[in-house]
């Protein structure tokens, strides 16, 4: 008999977003076999994320003239002789206009039809997909104070394929942010019942079923504490907190997007997903949180990520030591993905691994992710969208209490 058929893929493909995201998306193209090649802007030449990497300038620091500016990139990927595209979390990424030029100039762009990404970004009300979901779930377009009080933001992760295949990964809680910086999230959401879950579920698969979606896309919803649900719009690309699904499921988010946009279909179905435990992503930035929000760009004296030889603790990250954050950009300098068994082992094993980060030369937020998990507000899923726990912290107590990264370690 023959063999099963070879994974037909691209030779090159141009990663058109930057720092963490693109680091992250070039460790996937290296597992497959697949060149990656960086769209880099002035400022990002010599970032130590592409040294030694296939590169292609496409314009000065400012995002709006390189990163964000479609005919530079496309350009990028054709003189590079890149046949696929992948448009990151960025600008690009939500663009209908430039996913139909990919598909004009014949690059595969790795994300959803330009029809699909029109739709998604028009934020229209998906009435079918309420109407199936059940009486809990309420109209796109009900007003907002339906759901008062305490809103939580839950996002459902989809995964699909050309031919209607569609399946949910599970959910995350991306409630709490500063500004319009998410600052944590966690899988799975802590404030719902199973019922409320698998409800949530089903409205975000047909939701996504309905749009047409096509690779990795998050349908976005807003929860009230009775469980009453808004479907608040379909993100119709991979987000920055991706990896916290990945760390429940174990699936590579990149490598099935990239399948996908190769033309294959899911590799599984709804009843082969395991979501085993808990997981807890915090993105660190270069900032001060006990200031208003201003990154600073310094450059970073010391660098040393923490322990990750138990599988347990995630770093994603594209800086080093000597790197200075340029000031055109956010001021990200990693993520950090805890999991565990509970809630409660995650966040320890979380607190552990922001204790031995060591980051000289800039200020982080990790003393506001540390206070944040740290509070019994936090535990008892006391907050909202309009609530930070224990933040701002009383004077003097910007370490988590006592207990030192060793105890935590202990109980972890």
């Known amino acids: ?99 139909a030029l ?40 009900a007003p907002r104070d339906a759901l008062a009080p305490s809103l939580r933001r839950v996002h459902v992760q989809i995964l699909a394929d050309r031919y209607g295949e569609v399946i949910h990964l599970g959910e995350r809680d991306c409630t709490m942010r500063r500004g319009g910086e998410k600052l944590i999230e966690e899988s799975p959401a802590p404030t719902l019942s199973e019922t409320q879950r698998r409800r949530l579920w089903m409205a975000a698969v047909n939701a996504a079923r309905t749009s047409g979606l096509v690779g990795a896309g998050t349908v976005e919803l807003v929860v009230g504490r009775s469980g009453s649900f808004r479907v608040d719009g379909i993100a119709p690309h991979l987000q920055v907190e991706h990896g916290v699904t990945e760390m429940l499921t174990g699936l590579d988010l990149v490598r099935e997007q990239i399948l996908v946009a190769a033309g294959h279909g899911l590799r599984l179905a709804q009843g082969d997903l395991s979501l085993q435990g808990h997981a807890i992503a915090c993105s660190v930035h270069a900032e001060d949180p006990s200031e208003e929000i201003n990154g600073s760009h310094a450059a970073i ?30 001021s990200l300098l990693c993520k950090l993905i805890a999991r565990g068994l509970t809630r409660e082992v995650a966040r320890d094993r979380m607190l552990v691994g922001l204790e031995e980060l060591v980051c000289r030369g800039v200020p982080t937020t990790v003393p506001l992710h540390a206070a944040v998990l740290a509070s019994g507000q936090w535990l008892r899923d006391d907050y909202d969208t309009t609530t930070i726990p224990s933040w701002p ?20």
């Not at 660098?303 to 340029?326: C, F, I, K, M």
């Open 1 to 99: 008999m023959p063999g099963p058929r070879p994974i037909r893929l691209f030779q090159r493909l141009l990663i058109a977003d930057r720092g963490e995201t693109a680091a992250r998306i070039a460790r996937t193209c290296d597992a497959l076999g697949i060149t990656p090649v960086f769209a880099v802007s002035e400022a990002d030449r010599g970032a130590p994320y592409v040294r030694g990497r296939a590169t292609v300038c496409v314009g000065p620091a400012d995002p709006w003239r390189s990163y964000r500016d479609a005919k530079a990139v496309l350009q990028a990927a054709k003189q590079t002789r890149c046949q696929a595209l992948h448009p990151g979390c960025g600008v690009l990424a939500r663009s209908p206009a430039f996913a």
């Open 102 to 141: 990919c598909v004009t100039h014949g690059v595969t762009f790795v994300g959803p039809p330009a029809h699909v990404i029109a739709r998604a970004m028009s934020r229209a009300p998906d009435h079918r997909a309420m109407a199936q979901a059940g009486p809990r779930a309420l109209a796109s377009g």
């Open 301 to 330: 004296e010391r660098w040393q990520a923490p322990d990750t030889s138990d599988g347990n603790l995630r770093v994603d990250t594209h800086v080093e030591r000597g790197y200075r954050l340029p000031s055109q950009y956010d």
């Open 393 to 412: 912290p009383p004077i003097g107590a910007l370490r988590h209490g006592t207990r030192t990264a060793a105890t935590y370690r202990r109980t972890a």
